[in-house]
């Protein structure tokens, strides 16, 4: 196609990649913390572009893969069919101001999201099995239940006398009941970051 070149491969794949992983309702918002939140993933994971990061880590964002037809739809469609289309003109242009850290992040901090599937796969869920809070009421679009894991994590203190135990004590040394908060949700897809607690409980990175 003769009128795609003033896009480069960079911005095209990650308007796409956002443009799929959207929900249909083409919420400007929505597409552009998705923008974000893979830039974010793709610094974090040391990948030096997009391409890279997703024939590289293929379980991130699935939509380059399973037939996705948003996805497909971007990737193929030229500038002209870009620019009259409001949603995939707002992925653009989510790509070109994340790519170059301009502009809002409206995943406020985001490394993750999930959409409809948290509801109808919930009780399935990994975010689910694991622990997710919602940080403001606002973000739980679809009407689902916070859900806790305690973990705890101890240590055990050993005394010892000439080379013998003499006393043997295990403390608790830190405790989390959910792993992922909510930091934001437009359109159909909710963002999710690490629980604090929980990275300095485990020593977790914070994209993983």
């Not at 990649?17 to 974000?36: F, R, W």
């Not at 971007?74 to 790509?95: P, Y």
């Not at 897809?189 to 485990?202: Q, S, V």
Request: net charge positive; charged share 25%.
């Amino acid at each position: 196609m003769s009128d795609t070149n003033t896009i480069s491969k960079e911005m095209r794949i990650l308007a796409a990649m956002a443009y799929g992983e959207a929900s249909p309702k083409d919420v400007p918002e929505e597409i552009s913390a998705i923008a974000y939140v893979l830039v974010r993933q793709r610094n974090a994971r040391g990948y030096s572009d997009m391409s890279t990061f997703v024939t590289s880590d293929k379980t991130f964002s699935f939509v380059v893969k399973d037939g996705n037809a948003r996805y497909k739809k971007f990737t193929n469609a030229s500038e002209a069919e870009i620019a009259k289309d409001a949603g995939m003109s707002a992925a653009l242009d989510a790509a070109k101001k994340a790519l170059a850290y301009e502009g809002a992040d409206f995943s406020n901090g985001g490394y993750f999201w999930d959409g409809a599937d948290i509801k109808s796969n919930y009780k399935n869920h990994f975010k689910v099995k694991h622990g997710i809070q919602f940080s403001d009421p606002t973000h739980n679009i679809y009407d689902i239940k916070e859900s806790t894991k305690l973990v705890i994590i101890t240590k055990t203190i050993v005394k010892k006398k000439k080379g013998k135990v003499i006393s043997s004590e295990t403390v608790e040394v830190a405790r989390y009941d959910h792993i992922y908060v909510s930091t934001a949700a437009y359109g159909g897809t909710i963002f999710w970051k690490h629980n604090p607690a929980y990275m300095k409980a485990t020593g977790a990175k914070e994209y993983k």
